[in-house]
C-alpha cells in the first residue's frame, strides 16, 4: 500500500513539468495510481509504484472500473 506521504509527493511523470499542482495523482483500487491532468493510469506492483510514462501510456484509455490487477 502506498503511504499518504508518498502520495502526497508523487507526481505524474508527464504532467509535473507544467507546474507545482499539475500531476497529481489519485489511488484507485488500492493498487493503481491516476493522473487528475492526463488520465495515465500507473500500476503499483509488490507496493512500488512504477511511474514510467510508458507504463502509464499502456492503461490511459483504459477506463478506472475496467482496472484489474497489475
Given amino acids: 500500500m502506498v503511504s499518504q506521504e508518498l502520495l502526497d509527493i508523487l507526481r505524474c511523470p ?3 513539468r507544467n507546474g ?3 500531476g497529481l495523482l489519485d489511488l484507485v483500487k488500492g493498487t493503481w495510481l491516476v493522473c487528475r ?5 500507473y500500476p503499483i506492483r509488490d507496493d512500488i509504484p512504477v511511474m514510467l510514462i510508458e507504463e502509464g501510456d499502456k492503461y490511459r484509455d483504459v477506463p478506472v472500473e475496467e482496472l484489474g490487477e497489475p
Avoid at 491532468?37 to 493510469?41: P, S
Fill in 14 to 16: 508527464a504532467c509535473v
Fill in 20 to 22: 507545482p499542482d499539475a
Fill in 37 to 41: 491532468d492526463c488520465h495515465r493510469k
